[in-house]
Nanobody, 118 residues
Framework: VQLVESGGGLVQAGGSLRLSCVAS????????MGWYRQAPGKQRELVAS???????NYADSVKGRFTISRDNAKNTVYLEMNSLKPEDTGVYYC?????????????WGRGTQVTVSS
């Protein structure tokens, strides 16, 4: 599967962005999907995830501000980001996970840059 992220950019603190990740192929609905981010000098961290059944999970730092959703008809997962803070700055990556089909590492997109200015 190939994943392509979009929607990143430069925004002021308090602003909003909506990230999209489009997946190739026809079995998107069975993948568990996640958004990760990597800030300069830091390790990549999980921001939010949504499993094939629709249950979601969020990092404590984004709860109440970010919303992950998916549209299986469009092979797309979204990350709605509100009340952005400078510490949300980083490269945001989309990941598809299904150990049987994609192996233990899953599949990653190339990322989209999000920069939040203070």
């Amino acid at each position: 599967v190939q994943l392509v992220e979009s929607g990143g950019g430069l925004v002021q603190a308090g602003g909003s962005l909506r990230l999209s990740c489009v997946a190739s192929g026809s079995i998107f609905s069975i993948y568990d999907m996640g958004w990760y981010r990597q800030a300069p000098g830091k390790q990549r961290e999980l921001v939010a995830s949504i499993i094939s059944g629709g249950r979601t999970n969020y990092a404590d730092s984004v709860k109440g501000r970010f919303t992950i959703s998916r549209d299986n008809a469009k092979n797309t997962v979204y990350l709605e980001m509100n009340s952005l803070k400078p510490e949300d700055t980083g490269v945001y990556y989309c990941k598809a996970q299904n150990t049987l089909l994609l192996g233990p590492r899953g599949a990653w997109g190339r990322g989209t840059q999000v920069t939040v200015s203070s």
